[in-house]
Nanobody
């Protein structure tokens, strides 16, 4: 089993930055691909960023490419999402997720563990 606990969300002005953290428990963290998803008001959950089991490969949604950076620290069982140059359209509940494989997918059905979500609000 894997448990994911997120932190770092909050309220920020347009152009500001936040760093989300997701602390994992469980013995299989380092063998899983990890991802961040988000769900804005009135929208479906969407892929934001993913990282392979070793951190050697990353993938980003076009909407965040160049602004967000995903990383992981396997000895600390933690995955991060550094969010820069935030925009109002980034406002959403952000979820970290642990995948069923070592590699990145954008399909939420490929992730079998999810964090509780953390709210990010970007003021206009």
């Amino acid at each position: 089993q894997v448990q994911l606990v997120e932190s770092g969300g909050g309220l920020v002005q347009t152009g500001g930055s936040l760093r989300l953290s997701c602390a994992a428990s469980g013995r299989t963290f380092s063998s899983r691909g990890m991802a961040w998803f988000r769900q804005g008001p009135g929208k479906e959950r969407e892929f934001v960023a993913g990282i392979s089991w070793s951190g050697g490969s990353t993938s980003y949604a076009d909407s965040v490419k160049g602004r967000f950076t995903i990383s992981r620290d396997n000895p600390k069982n933690t995955v991060y999402l550094q969010m820069n140059t935030l925009k109002p359209e980034d406002t959403a509940v952000y979820y970290c997720a642990a995948g069923t494989s070592r590699y990145i997918t954008r399909d939420p059905s490929e992730y079998d563990y999810w964090g509780q979500g953390t709210q990010v609000t970007v003021s206009s």
